[in-house]
């Protein structure tokens, strides 16, 4: 099977977010650090509720202007970092017509996956495919936890397309590495 793909700076963007969140999804993480984090801030919270009411503590007693002097520095750290945050993004996405972006062929048999550019040529075992994904109509074949070969909605003519290709690619990949040792 043979697939001409185009991947675009939106397709890239859009497969970054999808592959960070599911390095970030709470069924990655456990219940154990949820549980934690939950515990620490009703901890945070009983605390500076007990040291208010214990004190004869009254915000017509707060001193504002050291609060918001306090205040401005982490807001202004916030403030920067968000910014660095957003220009670590922009700064991450492939060039056009590179490695990742542009017009390449994938070609998918039961040898592996072959996928060429005008830049060259890379084939992948099925052993290396962890995970065959389809995710708002995109298809992301997962070579490890955040590498994927991308083949963009855009690739495909409609919905029915796309769950026809996911299911014959899984098809090959469990045949192949379910007859494969180790």
Same mark, same amino acid.
């Given at each position: 099977?043979?697939?001409e793909?185009?991947?675009t700076?939106?397709?890239f963007? !859009?497969?970054s977010k %999808?592959?960070? &969140?599911?390095? !970030?999804?709470?069924?990655?993480r ?8 939950t515990?620490?801030?009703f901890? =945070?919270? %009983? ?9 004869d503590?009254?915000? &017509?007693? %707060?001193h504002w202007p050291?609060a918001?002097? !306090?205040?401005v520095? %982490?807001?202004v ?5 968000v910014?660095?945050?957003?220009r670590?993004?922009k ?16 070609? =998918?048999?039961? &040898?592996g996956?072959?996928d060429?550019?005008a ?10 495919v962890? #995970?065959i994904?389809e995710h #708002?109509?995109?298809?992301y074949?997962?070579l490890d936890a955040i590498?994927?070969?991308? =083949?963009?909605? &855009?690739s ?9 290709f996911?299911k014959?690619v ?6 192949i590495?379910?007859d494969?040792?180790?």
């Open positions: 099977m043979i697939k793909v185009a991947v700076r939106q397709d963007r !859009t497969y %999808f592959a960070c &969140s599911r390095l !970030t999804a709470p069924e990655n456990g219940w154990k650090p949820l549980a934690l984090n515990t620490m801030w901890v =945070i919270a %009983f605390v500076l509720v007990a040291v208010f009411r214990s004190t503590f009254s915000l &017509s007693l %707060f050291t918001v002097a !306090t205040a520095p %982490f807001v750290l916030i403030i920067a970092f910014a660095n945050l957003r670590l993004e700064s991450s996405i492939p060039k056009e017509n590179g490695l990742m972006l542009g017009k390449r062929t994938i070609e =998918i048999d039961e &040898s996956i072959k060429s550019s830049l060259g040529t890379s084939a992948y075992k099925w052993q290396a962890e #995970e994904v #708002e109509g995109n298809v074949l997962f590498q994927a070969q991308v =083949i963009p909605a &855009s495909f003519s409609n919905r029915e397309e796309v769950e026809d996911v014959h899984k098809e090959i990949h469990s045949r590495t379910s494969s040792p180790g």
